[in-house]
Structures are given as structure tokens and as C-alpha cells.
């Protein structure tokens, strides 16, 4: 322990006594649990109002599920990747804007399955025999409709039911639907393209719950992984990767922060006005409240302690929410060998076998490709090593290209397994209490709720998880105060944007 730490246990002794002390001093203090994007909002806006904040958080790096690798000579990001939502909407935009980052867009606002099969993606079938496009834009036709008929079975059934069962029941009620052959393989790796999205397989996704859009939005969904769902709410502009890595946000919003790394919080003890986070080699750290911002994985699998436990809501809360699984695997190689598309997919008789890669060279002009999994699949390639991995991927890569070079240098990440994330983000599953967000959130006495998670509608986001973040920060803030007594007195300050608003555009760009 280190006595001279204003928020080691020992300096104030856990005592009521030092809680006194600490209010005389009026500046209250908050432990943030978790330095992803989440957590470091919350810690930003805390610390930007003068409370006293520190970040502890497990990993070696901050970041979290944002992880930007450069050992390839070119940003390349094994987590998030997107930004979902190139607007003035999107509570990054001026983050973004003010740090001068550039984005590469593959989907516009109003982008439709056809145009992008047309000008941005080229799939392939095991043979290596390119898909007619003619054929892709048909079968998309018919995925479009299938979609439309589990509309029908939703209204239907009051009962939920899984995508997968959904798409059944339309299929039994129209036969013309079903494709055969290679057809029937396009029509898989749509549905591929859509656990993309969910990070899971379509039997374990909630037909109540997977969107609550129109259909437009749901093509959008199916192509390019993630329209801003969530009920009625979706963010406009369309999606753009991160030239640079999504690591300039982390550095920025970061700039100043106490953060403690290699600080894995197992035990929270809260109520009476304090909190304490003991770490995992026995040390206490005391403030008068947290914010946990740990991902949903981590609660799943009660690797923190609490104290008094959590009460049951929440508890089923944690329980009734899923995580799903994504993982990639990026490859560089010595030149390009691919053709000029932004996505390389190869189809296959179930989605479990369809795959694709993402063309990093459009992006930052190095030979770099990212095979993405998801679901079960993203689970599976974490059994294999690293080793046997990219083997994998190159076979598949190999079908679709006989010229095919061997990686110079890989990256292989492994979301589900790594104890500090345990999943790539919440899932909706069949039966999902419609209430369970608001459970999530909800604060405890002294303790908050921030993480991808508990947004308020853009779950499994980056900007998701940073308006969680700021929301949990604003909460603590709030009560922290109102406890203190001198709400009026108190100056919030937040991260001053007004300026930059509008005023600069978002730097946008496809080749
Ligand atoms: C493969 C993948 C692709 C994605 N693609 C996109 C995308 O393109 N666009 C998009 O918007 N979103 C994407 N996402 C989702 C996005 O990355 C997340 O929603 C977001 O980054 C989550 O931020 P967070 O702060 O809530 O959680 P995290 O970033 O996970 O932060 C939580 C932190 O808590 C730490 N922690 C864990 N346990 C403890 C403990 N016991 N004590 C202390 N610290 C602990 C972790 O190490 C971590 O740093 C993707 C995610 C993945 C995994």
C-alpha cells in the first residue's frame, strides 16, 4: 500500500473520520472501474468538474475493446474499427473533428445491398469461381423478402423466437424463397454478413428484438454490419472506418487522468456514502463513489465481488443481457494480390463456413487484410493457435485466390477468451425482458453503471459506450453534489465542443 496515496484505503484509514475529512476538502472522489471509452468519458467529465478521479483498469493499456495495433507500419484495429454514424448526431463528431481525424466511408446514409455488392465487394465461391454479381444482387432480392416475411412471424407470435427459427417458418410458408446451390450459398453468406452484426449465430439472436426498423435499415445492417439500431433511434451519415485507429480518441479523452493500469478490480464494497475497490494483490482504494464500467462479460461471470451483493434485479439483469463474439485475424503481406473491393467474401452451404476479409489497403494504402468471425465460429478460432489460425484463414483466402501469399507478419485477436473483456459486446437474446437496460443502468446508492452495455440505445458501440460513459458520469456527479449540498455552487464542466460544432467537417473519403 501507498500511504502517501490520497486514495489508498490506508491513507484515510477507511475511517468515517477521513470520509469527513474528504467532505470539508469538497471535492468529491470517484474510483472509475475500466479504461475503455467508457470509463474514460466518465473520467474525462469528472475530472474536467474538479472531482477528484482515478481510473483503474486490469490491462496493461487503456483502450479496452478499442485496440489500435501499429506493428504493421499502419493503424490497424483488432476491436472496434467504425464509426457508425458520420453525423453531427454522433456524440464523437466533435472529438473527431477537433483531433483533425479522417474517415474512410463504406456505406453511405442511403446505400442499398445492390450498390455496394456492385461497387465494393466481390465474392467468391470454394472453387475460387467469382460469384456473377447478377446472381448476389438476386439472391439479396430474395434475403430483402425473407426478412420482410419474419416481420409477419414476429407480429404474428407474441412469444419470441430465434432469427433463425423466423427465417424457418417463412421459408416452409414459401418455397419459392429457397435457393439451391450456389444460390442457396449467397443466401448464407448474407445471413453471415448479418451475425456479423449480432456477433452471434442467427438461432440464438431475438427475433422480438434484433431490430425494430424499417427494412431499408435492415439491408444496410445486413451489408455492412452495424446501422445505428435500436428502436426508433438510428444515427444518420452512414459508416466510416478510422484512417488513423480509433487510439487518438483514447489518447485525447485520456490527456491528464490519474489511470492506474495493471490495477484488476475483484471486489466492490458500496453504501454509506463511500466505496471501496479492493484490486487483485489485496489493495483497498476508497472515494465517495465508482463508476463500473467493466464490460458486460465481465458481471456475467462474477469475476468482481460485491458487497452487500447486488440485489436480484440486477442480478437477472446481468444474466437475461448475452455478450456475443467477434474476432479478427489481420494479415499483412508483402504486396496485394486481391482485387480492388473493399470486402472479399467467400460463400459456403451454411453461414457457419461463408467468410470474409476487409481490404485495409483501400484504407491506408498497406497490403493488409482482416478476416472477421463471429459467433460460434469467433469462439472456435480461439481453440487454435494463433499458428493454426491464420492457416485457417489462408486456406479459405487460398480458395478464393490461387495466387495467394504467405502473411509477412499477423495479429490474432481473442475477444471471448480474454479475461479482461470476455465477449466483443451485449447481445439480445430470445425472451429478453424489455426492461433490462433500464436495470442495468440503474445506479446503486454510490454506485454507477456506465459500459457499452447500459447505452441507452446504441449498445455494442463506441459511441454507444462513450454516451454511457458520460451519462454515469453525470449521474455521480449529480448525486455526489446533491449529498455535498452545494449543487448550485458547483460549475459543471464538460468537454467544450461548442466551437468546433458544425464548424469543421467530419473529413470523409472513399477510393
Ligand atoms: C471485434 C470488435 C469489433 C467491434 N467493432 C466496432 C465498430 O466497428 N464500431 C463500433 O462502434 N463498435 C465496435 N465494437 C464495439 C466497441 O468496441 C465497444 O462497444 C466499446 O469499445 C466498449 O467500450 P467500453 O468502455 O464499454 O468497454 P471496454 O472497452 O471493454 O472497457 C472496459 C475496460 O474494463 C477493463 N476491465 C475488465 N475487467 C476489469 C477489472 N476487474 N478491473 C478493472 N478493469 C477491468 C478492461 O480491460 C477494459 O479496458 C467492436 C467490438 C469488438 C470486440
Redesign the pocket.
Known amino acids: 500500500m501507498d500511504p502517501k496515496d490520497p486514495f489508498s484505503a490506508d491513507f484515510f484509514d477507511g475511517s468515517v473520520l477521513s470520509h469527513i475529512e474528504r467532505q470539508q476538502n469538497v471535492c468529491p472522489s470517484v474510483i472509475v472501474?475500466?479504461?475503455?471509452?467508457?470509463?474514460i468519458a466518465a473520467a474525462r467529465i469528472l475530472h474536467d468538474a474538479s472531482f477528484k478521479v482515478f481510473l483503474?483498469?486490469?490491462?496493461d493499456r487503456?483502450?479496452?475493446?478499442?485496440h489500435t495495433d501499429y506493428s504493421f507500419g499502419c493503424p490497424v484495429d483488432?476491436?472496434?474499427?467504425?464509426?457508425?454514424g458520420v453525423c453531427n448526431e454522433n456524440p464523437l463528431a466533435p472529438l473527431i473533428r477537433r483531433l483533425g481525424l479522417t474517415l474512410y466511408r463504406t456505406s453511405g446514409d442511403d446505400s442499398v445491398l445492390y450498390d455496394h455488392d456492385l461497387e465494393s465487394f466481390a465474392l467468391f465461391d470454394m472453387d475460387g469461381r467469382q460469384v456473377p454479381q447478377k446472381m448476389v444482387v438476386e439472391v439479396g432480392d430474395t434475403f430483402k423478402k425473407i426478412l420482410k416475411g419474419t416481420e409477419k412471424v414476429r407480429i404474428e407470435n407474441s412469444d419470441d423466437m430465434s432469427v433463425c427459427q423466423a427465417i424457418s417458418v417463412v421459408m416452409d410458408r414459401h418455397p419459392e424463397l429457397r435457393q439451391k446451390g450456389l444460390a442457396h450459398e449467397v443466401l448464407q453468406w448474407y445471413i453471415c454478413r448479418m451475425e456479423a452484426w449480432f456477433a452471434a449465430d442467427a438461432d440464438v439472436i431475438s427475433l422480438k428484438n434484433w431490430d425494430q426498423l424499417p427494412l431499408s435499415y435492415l439491408l444496410m445492417k445486413a451489408y455492412k454490419?452495424?446501422v445505428l439500431v435500436v428502436k426508433e433511434h438510428v444515427l444518420s451519415g452512414g459508416h466510416g472506418l478510422m484512417v488513423q485507429g480509433y487510439d487518438p480518441i483514447i489518447k485525447a479523452l485520456a490527456k491528464d487522468i490519474d489511470v492506474r493500469l495493471n490495477?484488476?478490480?475483484?471486489k466492490i464494497l458500496y453504501g454509506s456514502n463511500t466505496v471501496m475497490a479492493t484490486i487483485e494483490d489485496g489493495r483497498n482504494f476508497i472515494a465517495d463513489a465508482a463508476i463500473i464500467?467493466?464490460?458486460h462479460g465481465?458481471l456475467k461471470a462474477n469475476?468482481?465481488e460485491f458487497e452487500p451483493q447486488l440485489p436480484e434485479w440486477k442480478v437477472a439483469a446481468i444474466s437475461d443481457l448475452g455478450v456475443g463474439n467477434?474476432?479478427?485475424i489481420a494479415l499483412r503481406f508483402e504486396k496485394v494480390f486481391w482485387p480492388n473491393v473493399e470486402l472479399l467474401g467467400i460463400v459456403a452451404p451454411n453461414s457457419y463456413g461463408c467468410g470474409y476479409f476487409l481490404n485495409l489497403h483501400k484504407v491506408t494504402g498497406h497490403p493488409v487484410l482482416v478476416y472477421m468471425a463471429a459467433g460460434r465460429f469467433a469462439y472456435d478460432l480461439e481453440k487454435l493457435t494463433d499458428d493454426a489460425a491464420v492457416n485457417f484463414v489462408m486456406l479459405q483466402l487460398k480458395k478464393m485466390m490461387s495466387d495467394a501469399t504467405e502473411p509477412v507478419q499477423y495479429l490474432v485477436?481473442r475477444?471471448g477468451t480474454d479475461v479482461?473483456?470476455l465477449g466483443?459486446?451485449a447481445l439480445d437474446l430470445v425472451g429478453k425482458p424489455g426492461d433490462i437496460y433500464e436495470r442495468l443502468r440503474a445506479p446503486l446508492g454510490n454506485l454507477f453503471f456506465?459500459?457499452?452495455?447500459v447505452s441507452m440505445d446504441h449498445q455494442?458501440?463506441?459511441?454507444?459506450?462513450y454516451s454511457?460513459?458520460v451519462m454515469a458520469a453525470e449521474n455521480c456527479q449529480r448525486h455526489l453534489l446533491q449529498e455535498l449540498g452545494n449543487l448550485e455552487t458547483r460549475q459543471h464542466a464538460y468537454l467544450r465542443d461548442e466551437v468546433l460544432e458544425g464548424t469543421i467537417p467530419i473529413q470523409i473519403s472513399r477510393m
Open positions: 472501474i475500466g479504461g475503455g471509452i467508457s470509463g483503474l483498469e486490469s490491462r487503456l483502450g479496452g475493446r478499442i483488432m476491436g472496434a474499427s467504425w464509426l457508425h454490419l452495424r490495477h484488476r478490480v475483484t464500467t467493466v464490460p465481465i469475476l468482481i467477434e474476432n479478427k485477436s475477444w479482461n473483456s466483443c459486446y456506465g459500459g457499452e452495455a455494442g458501440s463506441v459511441h454507444g459506450a454511457a460513459g
